[in-house]
């Protein structure tokens, strides 16, 4: 999709007025609640990735209030346990929240998540692909690509190609199938780097290495609606703003911070968990995106272009976020690395 001419932000009020942590800006919970979804979604079923702690499992508790069926990723299951108990611990009774085994930079680990899955589940409606990494050092996953880019971009990839059949048969004419990449404001720090995506040529730069995978997942999810939208599965990109209270951050130090002025900047717009996922959540429920999607969302709406003064860590999307040329040239090259 374009960029948008117009974009739909129904809860652009309440972030007016950024106060830090717990302000007046929507909780997942929240916008489940708005959308009067709750207890309404029990013919469903929705899968998260990596959900064993931060965004997922807040994602995943205000999910679970719908009714629908849940199944989350996890690499450590005794982590997955404790996660299931957070998930449902303040719900109502519901339904069980089941476990699949998953490491996203081993395309074997993947495959095998999938047929688990699979074997379980005969329906699909939205997949969220939740996990992911952030400031790792150089490295490459199991599967042999830079770390970002293989767990990120490229075990998803992977993921939604073997998921994608029973996304589309899910799909009917009045309820359509949907995917949610969360992606980031760090898709500004880069584009694709198709001639060194594995920084072999340069000096390795994590917030490039991060960056560029954060803007794949943007492609991703643009390509998946411009190439299935017409048979009802939709996609879009959210980046969940600036949180700290979370495992991504774990590999970034008080040094890595302080290269971005430390804190302070962000103070007013740090989220907390909790409203962090309400895009994620907002995204996937809204009937906004029934029949149309490829966009990239922030602030429980959809995001618009950054202007010369756009904020740090801020809601705004940069150009190359829309690039349907290098949009197929990832989904091709992506094709060839997963083996699909």
Known sequence: ????????????????????????????????????????????????????????????????????????????????????????????????????HMDLGDFDSVRAAAKDFLSRSDRLDILINNAGVMNAPKGKTVSGFENHMGANHLGHFLFFQLLKPLLLSSSTPTQTSRVVNLSSYGHTMSPIRFDDMDFENAEYNPWVAYGQSKTANIYMANSIDRLYGSQGLHAVSVH???????????HTTDDILAGLGGKGPFEKSEKCPEQGAATTVWAALTPHFDNNGGVYCADVGESVAAGENAPLGGPEYVSHAYDQKAEDRLWEFSCKAVGV
């Open 1 to 100: 999709m374009s960029p948008l001419t117009q974009a739909y932000r129904p809860y652009l009020d309440r972030h007016q007025n950024l106060a830090g942590p717990g302000d007046e800006r929507p909780t997942a919970i929240e916008v489940v609640k708005d959308l009067g979804l709750v207890g309404k979604l029990s013919d469903k079923t929705i899968l998260i990735t990596g959900c064993s702690a931060g965004l997922g499992v807040q994602a995943a508790r205000a999910l679970y209030l719908t009714g629908a069926k849940l199944y989350i990723t996890v690499r450590n299951e005794q982590k997955g346990q404790k996660a299931i108990e957070a998930i449902i611990k303040d719900a109502p009774q519901g339904r069980t929240v089941e476990m699949v």
């Open 240 to 250: 969940p703003g600036v949180i700290f209270d979370t495992e991504l951050i774990r």
